[in-house]
């Protein structure tokens, strides 16, 4: 099972970036998939899910209405796009399989709650 994050980077407040999470080894298309953030000195903090073909997503509130969740499913590639980013949203972004129709915040406890989850890229954000 690999999960591989990338597309972080540094971006002024008010910026764009879009993350990819490529996967393989697992059959990606029977699960929810999820991103979750660490920033720094700080816990995991779950952001989005979306289901297994991309009908349904959700978001933590600290995010919606900036960040939209989509997967390719032929490509076992899942994204995320984060507009209007701002200095909190500073973290290493992870990409992990499980997840579920959260709302509000969600804050686990480690990625021993998900499957599998990937190495993160990091998101600056910083004038």
């Known amino acids: 099972v690999q999960l591989v994050e990338s597309g972080g980077g540094l971006v002024q407040p008010g910026g764009s970036l879009k993350l990819s999470c490529a996967v393989s080894?697992?059959?990606?298309?029977?699960?929810?998939m999820s991103w979750v953030r660490q920033a720094p000195g700080k816990g995991l903090e779950w952001l989005a899910s979306?289901?297994?073909?991309?009908?349904?997503?959700y978001y933590a509130d600290s995010v919606k209405g900036r960040f939209v969740v989509s997967r390719d499913n032929a490509k076992n590639l899942m994204f995320l796009q984060m507009n209007d980013l701002k200095s909190d949203d500073t973290a290493v972004y992870h990409c992990?399989?499980?997840?579920?129709?959260?709302?509000?915040?969600?804050?686990?406890?480690?990625?021993?709650?998900?499957?599998?989850w990937g190495q993160g890229t990091q998101v600056t954000v910083s004038s």
């Open positions: 992990a399989d499980g997840g579920g129709p959260y709302s509000g915040s969600y804050y686990p406890e480690s990625f021993a709650e998900f499957g599998s």
């Open positions: 080894g697992f059959a990606f298309t029977s699960y929810y």
């Open positions: 979306i289901y297994t073909d991309g009908t349904n997503t």
